[in-house]
DNA sequence: GTGAATGCAAATCATTTGCACTCTT
DNA sequence: AAGAGTGCAAATGATTTGCATTCAC
């Protein structure tokens, strides 16, 4: 796991407190937050941080490549510092966004390719269901 | 084909021309319209009917069941009148959205199953690439 | 006639932008 | 010192809401 101020280095980007602190939540969650959220949680430690600094550097981290944005079909954007495209779960009951298995989209890839004439460069697969604790709640 | 004004009866909504326009309008493209360019084709045909209009009359077909969704993950929603389950490519040149076929899903959802703990009830797919024009265009 | 649907304008929410000021390099 | 990055406030764009009027039933 390389260091967030080295990886900011290497694209070339001044390394500001705010960008560490941003790329560093980032690396360390799962919860794939949003503009807002980041802010939010990022608040006590940067008081003065603005949230036009938030997406300002999201858009910078998501151009060089450290993140990716989400789109899970809410209003707003959710990112993850886990830039591999690999597919996701949501939540329809709490909301809450998990990984997949990067392994789990060569054959989709492969199967798509074949049935389409377009010439694939991406993806994004969002699977929408019942996490194990809503799952339970609801059969109460 | 069953009639629009059909299809909204069965659901107990009142037929009025501007739920008509905007669902056969939907049902008779194969182009993904947002809000916006739904308005914007309509405008002529109803001058005086208001966007808000069609953002409601999207937000209860969407309800009822008779048209779906799309967030391909640009700033705005698309809306289709197939509400099966599919995936869509999205072309990164041209803005394209086309349909690719239902069928692809269920080896995919098999897979994905068998591999998270969630009850899954839904699925997005979503692929980027080049369509064949564009394909063509940048190879000049 | 009655309640649901429409149309307008104002409100809201996420995101972006302009610009003066402040840091990193 | 120079320019990139920050923070604030104002702007934008998509979507939503409130409310009086109109229309489908």
Redesign the interface.
Known sequence: MEEAAALLKQKGLKVTPQRLAILNLLRNTKEHPTAETIYKKLASDFPTMSLATVYKTLEVLKNMGLIQ?L?V?EGSFRYDANTNSH?H?V??SCGKV?D??ES?LK??LD??SQ??????????????????AC?HKLNN
């Open positions: 944005e789109n079909g597919p779960v939540c329809i998990e997949l298995d789990l054959d989709v199967e798509i049935h389409t004439d377009y010439k694939l460069v991406e993806q994004k697969l969002y699977f929408y269901g019942y996490c194990p799952q």
